[in-house]
């Protein structure tokens, strides 16, 4: 039982470059959500997931795109990379029921240069 | 959307003395908050969370106090040791669809040994 597991750890992009952030889960937990973490202002959510099959807008949407493959999968993509999502993304899952702990990942550490 | 604030944003304590972090939010709706530490480079991690349903919550060295009228909830650490040092995360959900939290801006803790 892995848990929530994202890849990769670490990448460097250049500006303009694209990647997608992969992340799995195998708790059978129905809502994801990937977050990103700066210096000073906390956890902020970017997308998430309530099911399978749906995806909603967060907090800081813009310049990232998401795909819920199916109940364990949650990517995200970043089109065209800026020096501004330079972060740490965390993926989070959930289970069913509300108000319960959220599982994190391990976290990849962006660079875009 | 739900508005977290937290503070201090960086504490120092001496090993065996008491840390206490404040959080405010802004949806009365809200009525579950749970408090995340992460150590360094490390993943989130949930440590206490309490429901509105109810006023105090303990768990040994660790706890957390909601005033739903004044919306705001504290986590207290008693008796802190070296290990206690990490950033904490405040957080706040309402339990809808999507089940979104909401993160303060984080707390560095220091404990001096």
């Known amino acids: 039982n892995a848990g929530v597991t994202q890849t990769p750890k670490f990448q460097v992009l250049k500006t303009g470059q694209s990647m997608t952030l992969q992340c799995a889960q195998d708790m059978n937990h129905n809502s994801m959500y990937w977050y990103r973490q700066d210096p000073g202002m906390g956890l902020r959510l970017i997308y998430y997931?309530?099911?399978?099959?749906?995806?909603d807008k967060g907090e800081v949407p813009n310049g990232y795109n998401v795909s819920r493959l199916n109940k364990r999968e949650f990517s995200l993509r970043l089109e065209s990379a800026a020096p501004s999502q330079t972060s740490v993304y965390f993926c989070a899952s959930i289970p069913r029921q509300s108000n319960t702990e959220a599982f994190f990942g391990q976290g990849t550490r962006l660079t875009v240069v | 959307g739900e508005n977290v604030e937290q503070h201090p944003s960086t504490l120092s304590v001496q090993e065996g003395d008491s840390a206490v972090i404040k959080c405010t939010y802004s949806?009365?709706?809200?009525?579950?908050f749970p408090w995340y530490k992460q150590e360094l480079g490390k993943r989130p991690q949930l440590i206490i969370d309490?429901?509105?349903?109810?006023g105090e919550k303990k768990d040994q060295r660790i706890a957390v106090t909601l005033n739903k009228t004044a919306k705001h909830f504290s986590l207290h650490i008693t008796e802190t040791q070296p290990e206690d040092s990490a950033v904490y995360f405040c957080?706040?959900?309402?339990?809808?669809?999507?089940?979104?939290?909401?993160f303060g801006t984080g707390t560095s803790l220091t404990v001096i040994p």
């Open positions: 957080a706040a959900s309402t339990g809808n669809t999507g089940n979104q939290f909401y």
């Open positions: 309490i429901r509105s349903n109810v």
């Open positions: 949806d009365s709706a809200s009525n579950y």
């Open positions: 997931s309530a099911s399978e099959g749906t995806t």
